[in-house]
């Protein structure tokens, strides 16, 4: 059995297993980076629960390093944690288990070191670290039926199939995005395995600064000529595209976090730029147009 969007791209989505995995949220860091100025700043690093930001909202200007919005998860287990990080997939739904929030329900949007999901900010305000969640897991092995060599990484069916719904007249996949980056960009992250972790974009120099102005959180954005197959690496005529999961850094080469979604040769699809390329919208059940 497979699944199909309105258009037509098929999946083996309806092969797919469902898993639930148990996770706990994560303490939060203080972190010290060296500015390239050569300033050294102390600023709210990664984990924890952070307030008031949502996706969709501008990524960058934070004061902070690495800033993860809504809750970073993890397991004390180092095999559990793998599977966490690993079988987790954009669009996945998560529940609080415990704590005064217990029963609120949120959605995985991203990878850093850790899982990372988003709650209404009004639930976001009743949890705290050191409280559990469980995450249905189901993507892992989400395939396209007609195009072996589009691979997806950390990719609900239920992302999928909202994400991409049509085809060009030459009959390769149209991928909405929000922006296109030259392969310049990439940066932290090459050669990490692309289904576990980020990769950080260098967004503070030109020809990146001013296409990555105005990125948001969640926002899906391609860049040239990189190949996330396995582990990433830079290759002429390749693609890959991921979603915007955390904020910058303040120094070089560690710039927005850039989750992959999607890799594949260019001649198999048609990056189509589109405001509504951003899991702020797509999660809601909006069509990117």
């Known amino acids: 059995m497979s699944g199909a969007s309105r258009s037509g791209v098929r999946s083996n989505a309806g092969r797919l297993v469902?898993?639930?995995?148990?996770?706990?949220?994560?303490?939060?860091?203080?972190?010290?980076?060296?500015?390239?100025?050569?300033?050294?700043?102390?600023?709210?690093?990664q984990g924890g629960v952070v307030t008031g930001i949502d996706l969709g909202?501008?990524?960058?200007?934070?004061?902070?390093d690495h800033v993860e919005p809504g809750l970073s998860l993890g397991h004390p287990d180092p095999a559990a944690n793998r599977a966490l990080r690993a079988l987790s997939c954009a669009g996945n739904p998560v529940v609080?288990?415990?704590?005064?929030?217990?029963?609120?329900?949120?959605?995985?949007?991203?990878?850093?070191?850790?899982?990372?999901?988003?709650?209404?900010?009004a639930d976001l305000a009743r949890i705290a670290p050191g409280e559990r969640v469980s995450i249905d897991a189901e993507g892992g092995g989400l395939a396209l039926d007609d195009a072996p060599d589009v691979v997806l990484h950390s990719c609900s069916p239920a992302l999928l199939h909202r994400w991409l719904q049509a085809r060009d007249d030459g009959g390769r996949i149209v991928v909405p995005v929000a922006a296109i980056l030259p392969p310049v960009a990439a940066a932290a992250g090459i050669g990490m395995p692309a289904a576990m972790f980020n990769m950080d974009l260098h967004i503070y120099a030109e020809p990146v600064?001013?296409?990555?102005?105005?990125?948001?959180?969640?926002?899906?954005?391609?860049?040239?000529?990189?190949?996330?197959?396995?582990?990433?690496?830079?290759?002429?005529?390749?693609?890959?595209?991921?979603?915007?999961?955390?904020?910058?850094?303040?120094?070089?080469?560690?710039?927005?976090?850039?989750?992959t979604l999607l890799t594949a040769p260019m001649e198999r699809v048609t990056l189509q730029l589109s405001s509504g390329a951003c899991l702020a919208t797509l999660l809601s059940g909006a069509p990117a147009s």
């Open 18 to 45: 469902t898993t639930r995995l148990s996770a706990w949220v994560q303490a939060a860091a203080a972190n010290c980076i060296v500015a390239p100025s050569g300033a050294v700043k102390t600023l709210p690093g």
């Open 57 to 64: 909202d501008r990524a960058g200007s934070w004061i902070g």
């Open 96 to 121: 609080m288990l415990d704590g005064p929030a217990a029963g609120a329900k949120g959605v995985v949007y991203g990878k850093h070191g850790a899982v990372l999901a988003m709650f209404a900010q």
């Open 209 to 259: 600064a001013s296409a990555a102005a105005n990125l948001r959180f969640g926002d899906i954005v391609a860049v040239l000529d990189q190949d996330h197959r396995y582990s990433r690496r830079f290759a002429k005529g390749w693609v890959a595209v991921g979603v915007i999961s955390h904020g910058e850094a303040g120094a070089g080469g560690h710039g927005h976090g850039l989750m």
